[in-house]
């Protein structure tokens, strides 16, 4: 059985981000793609065309002394849509930040249209500036209300709950250090 196009997609897409090699995430790219970056930080926002998110690529670099990553985990895909299990990590400053991330990617033709980037673990919104409490649905950012009960999952949205007050009074803006 051979896989999904779309898989294929991805492996290359994740191989060229870990190379840096922005020529590969070009081809892979939608001309009007849109890049959600959730949180309320210096580099949280909506970012719409290539331009736009290869500059939002930039400051993460800028931002992390290039030491941003994403170790793919585990990759699923199917005609329309795109999930990758990562862990990423970064460094700032002598700071450094290890946690685990769903993304979210919309695929068409061949090329990636829209992207989510999940938190598994939201008290790691305090080192990449991103807010302690999102909710990600079809590329709409609200406050979720905070739980004890960790991350949940509900229906086509990815509803993310912060373990708690706690955690979104520690949701300081790493990256505006």
Known sequence: MTDHPNLELLRRGYAAYDAGDMDTINELFHDDVVWHVAGRGPIS????GKEQVF?????????SDGTSKVQVHD????????VALVTESATRNGRSHEGQATHVLHLRDGKVTEFWDA?????????LGLSATTTLAH????SAPTSRSGPAFAGPAIALRATG????RRSAHWFSQ
């Open 119 to 127: 938190q598994v673990d939201l008290r790691r919104g305090r080192v």
């Open 75 to 82: 990759l699923l895909a199917d005609d329309e849509h795109g």
């Open 139 to 142: 590329g709409r950012r609200t």
């Open 45 to 48: 926002g909506d970012y719409k």
């Open 165 to 168: 007050a706690a955690a979104a």
């Open 55 to 63: 500059g939002f690529f930039a400051k993460l670099v800028e931002l």
